[in-house]
């Protein structure tokens, strides 16, 4: 089946062999051949735009790679009194020349009294002093004393970069007392 088109990516997009090139002296001929130039240059104006891909992420990050090391870091630390300054409960470095990514994360409080949600006590986790989006402000516990809860996409972490997990205890008036407890799993590899 042949036909003739009336775009251009229609014409770029058929099967070898099924569209007719309109006649030069047809009206379709000039919209046809300005389209195509159009499009050329959006394509080749696509192509020379800086490339924003996420540096160093596995091409799979889902799956485990030969050459990626797991890591499981915990911290516990006594609740700070209340209306204190916010506690680091864990901190590594990430080992020079690698990239890694944070799939798990959990934190508890092994106290009574608390009351998740209620703002008592706030777990933050951060790298170089800044926090991870939607991980500034945890006011309820995840995951629980054994493993920490799956992360959908995870958290990247770069070469040399220090990762906290903190707590803060606002509220001078509250009288919770406990130990508060923090891990983090994930997978680091061999910068690319």
């Known amino acids: 089946m042949t036909y003739q088109p009336y775009n251009v990516v229609e014409y770029l997009h058929a099967p070898t062999g099924a569209m007719v090139a309109p006649a030069p002296n047809s009206t379709i001929g000039p919209l046809l051949l300005r389209q195509a130039r159009e499009h050329l240059r959006v394509q080749i104006e696509l192509d020379n ?9 596995p091409p799979d990050h889902e799956g485990f790679q030969p050459d990626h090391e797991p890591f499981h870091e915990v911290g516990s630390i006594d609740l700070p009194l209340g209306g204190s300054a916010e506690a680091s409960v864990l901190a590594f470095r990430v080992p ?3 990239d890694g990514i944070i799939t798990g994360v959990g ?5 009574a009294g608390f009351t998740a949600g209620s703002g008592a006590i706030v777990w933050r986790i951060r790298r170089d002093g800044a926090y991870f989006r939607n991980y500034s402000n945890l006011i309820a516990e995840y995951g629980d004393d054994v493993s920490p809860s799956d992360l959908d996409g995870g958290l990247m972490i770069h070469s040399g970069e220090l990762v906290e997990y903190t707590v803060e205890h606002p509220s001078a008036a509250s009288a919770l007392v406990g130990r508060v407890v923090c891990r983090l799993r994930g997978r680091i590899w061999p910068r690319r």
């Open 96 to 98: 020079a020349g690698y």
């Open 49 to 57: 735009r800086p490339q924003t891909r996420i540096p160093n992420r």
């Open 107 to 111: 934190n508890t409080f092994t106290g």
